[in-house]
């Protein structure tokens, strides 16, 4: 029932098969044929090339060799790992390959550094949803972007998406001021082209103008200093030349300044220490005084009560005693005037 040769593709083994269902379909009106002995090359249940075996026709029994299935897996990525087994729905005692459980491992495209949130799967990956932080280009708030969405943009796309849209508000710098432009990336343009308006001065801060900031640099520029190098108190004072009565003002002034010291000076130069030594003493006395006031009041009271009373006291004595002396010498002389009536009886 076999041809010369069976070759050990299984795509070639049909077509003996055909032919041995032809073949028996003829035969079955004649009388059974007996177990064919003829030797034949088998494939094993994984069709692994290379691992045939040389069977006996009649004997249909399956075997596995010892390679890996080596199937493509669904994942499209990997192969099965499991040793020769029969294919799903091929044979009896067939075996599903192995499921690939292993992380997406693909590059995404557009790249990113997230990896894909699912399982090993075919085909692409899809876009990546992860949230992504931007602060705009002056600083003031924080974008947040989906990453494929902020991954897609070009440069200066990217660029114009991450602007707040608000004042830049940068301090430029080689002013005082805030750049006045919208949210830009880089460093601030324009610095020297500053357009804030400057109270600028003469050197004694009588006289006063407005300028153009660029001005004013432009101004410190010709002076030979850098405007940024001015601290701000200082910025755009002395830029102006003093004129004739801005002079004579000064002169007031300072000549005013100048006999106020010279008073003072003469007051105080001869012996300020004795001077200053007095003022103190004086003042520890205001203070010693103010403490003892009320306590001295109440003192002088009580004193001038007790004078009042002492002199009551001496008064009543003295009221007292005179008149008691006054019995008394009436006492006396009427004992003398006895005594001497006495005398005169005796006499
Ligand atoms: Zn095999
Ligand atoms: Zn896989
Ligand atoms: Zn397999
Ligand atoms: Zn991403
Ligand atoms: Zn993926
Ligand atoms: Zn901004
Ligand atoms: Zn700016
Ligand atoms: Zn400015």
């Not at 029969?86 to 075996?95: T, V």
């Not at 003072?264 to 012996?271: A, G, I, S």
């Not at 520890?284 to 009560?305: C, N």
């Amino acid at each position: 029932c076999h041809g010369a040769k069976p070759p050990p593709n299984p795509e070639f083994t049909l077509k003996p098969k055909k032919k041995k269902i032809i073949q028996q379909n003829e035969g079955v009106p004649a009388t059974p044929c007996p177990p064919c002995p003829e030797l034949v090359w088998r494939s094993c249940v994984g069709q692994h090339i290379g691992a045939e075996r040389m069977m006996v026709c009649s004997d249909k029994s399956q075997f596995s060799c010892e390679n890996l299935c080596g199937n493509p897996l669904p994942c499209g990525n990997h192969y099965c790992t499991k040793t020769c087994h029969a294919f799903e729905n091929q044979l009896r005692g067939s075996e599903a390959c192995e499921d690939c459980s292993l992380p997406c491992q693909q590059e995404r495209e557009p790249a990113c550094p997230h990896n894909c949130p699912q399982r090993c799967h075919p085909g692409d990956c899809p876009p990546c949803k992860v949230l992504i932080k931007r602060s705009c280009h002056c600083g003031a708030m924080v974008h947040v972007f989906d990453c494929i969405y902020y991954n897609t943009l070009t440069a200066k796309g990217q660029e114009s998406v991450r602007s707040c849209g608000g004042p830049c508000h940068r301090k430029l710098p080689n002013c005082t001021h805030l750049c006045p432009e919208t949210c830009h990336p880089g460093q601030c343009t324009n610095a020297d082209k500053c357009c804030k308006k400057v109270t600028v001065r003469c050197k004694c801060q009588t006289l006063k103008k407005e300028w153009v900031c660029q001005d004013v640099q432009a101004a410190y520029h010709l002076t030979g200093c850098h405007p940024k190098d001015i601290p701000k108190t200082q910025f755009g004072i002395g830029l102006i030349p003093c004129n004739s009565d801005c002079k004579s003002k000064v002169q007031v002034v300072e000549s005013e300044l100048q006999l106020r010291k010279s008073r003072v000076t003469e007051v105080q130069e001869p012996d300020t220490e004795k001077l200053v030594r007095k003022r103190k003493k004086r003042r520890e006395r205001v203070l010693e005084s103010k403490e003892t006031t009320k306590l001295q009041k109440i003192i002088s009271r009580a004193k001038r009560l007790l004078l009042y009373v002492l002199i009551f006291v001496i008064l009543v004595a003295a009221t007292y005693c005179g008149y008691k002396g006054l019995l008394w010498l009436s006492d006396w002389m009427n004992e003398v005037d006895e005594r001497r009536q006495r005398y005169s009886r005796m006499k």
